[in-house]
């Protein structure tokens, strides 16, 4: 029960040629304390309930429960959701060993390409590819909580 990933800005959209899979995800929070995250997604005919602890010094581990649910059940706990609703569409593509997932973000968070490449260990090594940009790891502007309060687009440079 234990997730641990490493997280980069996506620098082209390269990656879209190589998706195997593309998926439209809304979900909401329940709860964004950073010590806990309770979050319903739902794709698809698909709904799930997540908590997530809280991330190790590096950002790249943490606790994170998951179970599927209901879809009616979903829309309304999306209804009791903290403030906005994040939408994105999600591409999968493999690399090498890996899988990456890329989220490509829509509504105030428009702009933002994020990639997740999920990992055995902290320090496990995987093949990068050419789109894949700076890495935001522990960045927590960039975790999903995070951009539904404080959404891409109302970031000061």
């Not at 994105?88 to 829509?106: A, C, Q, S």
């Not at 702009?111 to 320090?123: Q, R, T």
């Amino acid at each position: 029960m234990t997730e641990t990933e490493r997280k980069f800005l996506v620098k082209s959209e390269a990656y879209k040629k190589q998706a195997h899979t593309r998926k439209r995800i809304v979900q909401g929070f329940l709860n964004t304390d950073p010590r806990r995250t309770v979050r319903i997604r739902i794709y698809g005919n698909t709904a799930v309930l997540t908590v997530k602890g809280m991330s190790n010094e590096t950002g790249t581990t943490r606790f994170e429960w998951e179970r599927e649910i209901g879809l009616k059940e979903a829309q309304a706990l999306l209804e009791l959701c903290e403030k906005d609703i994040l939408e994105k569409t999600r591409f999968e593509i493999p690399v090498g060993e890996h899988l990456f997932e890329v989220d490509e973000f829509h509504g105030l968070n428009k702009g933002l390409i994020l990639a997740e490449v999920e990992l055995k260990h902290e320090n496990e090594p995987f093949e990068k590819p050419d789109w894949l940009g700076e890495e935001v790891t522990g960045d927590v502007r960039y975790y999903n909580s995070q951009l539904s309060k404080q959404a891409y687009k109302t970031w000061k440079n």
